[in-house]
């Protein structure tokens, strides 16, 4: 397991009866986890003193109750490839909204650490495409490392979100392309440009809607996406990071499609893990969806 542990901003408290107990920065809260299935004591003091607890309806969805919670706040993570003088670290603003998100999902540090340290050690200009891109963690990793990133979400939202975090993490003149677009319309557009990419990033979703309205479905359109992506890869690519949340897709999966794809193109090496975030309360790992990684 890959394990995302360089935070300070960032814990995992402790997990119980289908929910984790988290610290962002300054402020504790409880949301729902499909993972924790077990009901431990909830001996942790944090528990008592949240400051915001996501309910999940019996119905679908659910609803945020506040205790002295701000709109926005924010924390930094620290970047542990970046040379000196290089900006060191990330900042992202968070605010709770919908289906108990935060905009930032904290697991995939551990991502960020293996790209960014390829990317500073490439001693060449990289070129980054970052898709269903959200607020743009992975985009402000590359763009820190040094690379030129291409940051691409179907949410206008999303993407003003992650423009301010790269603001806010002294990132706002880094050469990063902001679009908001369809991801598989938008590499079937660079395929007919000729445009290339040393380095390419995924985390689709499970089931969304492209701007116009265009659906997708992972089981159905991941590896005929990941196919179309190696169009679009550089004649000498530097790596490809796909990361899922979909139960159907555990590691062994991902590795098989990379492997399928990009490896029979490009041979290099492929691996697959879950990803996890340490519990401070257990000392156990909250397992937190799967990556798969190639790399030249």
């Known amino acids: 397991m890959w394990i995302a542990n360089n935070w300070k901003d960032y814990e995992v408290l402790d997990t119980s009866n289908g929910e984790k107990l988290e610290r962002w920065g300054d402020y504790i809260l409880v949301r729902p986890d499909p993972q924790v299935i077990w009901n431990t004591p909830h001996n942790h003091k944090g528990w008592k003193q949240k400051n915001g607890h996501y309910h999940r309806s019996t119905k679908g969805g659910g609803e945020w109750e506040f205790f002295h919670l701000p709109n926005e706040w924010s924390i930094q993570y620290p970047l542990p490839h970046m040379s000196v003088g290089t900006q060191k670290q990330l900042t992202f603003h968070l605010k709770p909204f919908s289906f108990k998100h935060t905009g930032l999902f904290p697991e995939q540090a551990t991502n960020w650490d293996w790209f960014s340290g390829l990317i500073q050690n490439a001693g060449r200009p990289v070129n980054v495409l970052n898709l269903f891109a959200y607020t743009g963690g992975a985009t402000l990793a590359a ?104 139960t159907g897709l555990q590691p062994a999966v991902l590795s098989y499609m990379i492997n399928t794809t990009v490896a029979k193109r490009f041979g290099g090496h492929v691996e697959a893990e879950e990803i996890g975030l340490p519990v401070t309360e257990s000392g156990l790992v909250l397992p937190c969806g799967a990556s798969g990684r190639w790399s030249r």
């Open 143 to 246: 763009a820190a490392a040094g690379a030129r990133v291409t940051h691409v979400d179907a949410s206008k939202g999303m993407v003003g979100w992650a423009k301010e975090n790269a603001a806010a993490s002294g990132l706002a003149d880094a050469p990063i392309r902001w679009l908001v677009d369809d991801c598989v319309k938008f590499v079937e557009r660079e395929i007919r440009r000729g445009n290339k990419y040393d380095g390419i990033i995924m985390d689709p979703p499970s089931y969304g809607r492209g701007p116009k309205g265009e659906i997708w479905k992972i089981e159905e359109s991941i590896w005929p996406f990941i196919e179309l992506t190696t169009q679009i890869l550089s004649d000498d690519p530097l790596f490809f990071l796909i990361n899922s949340y979909t």
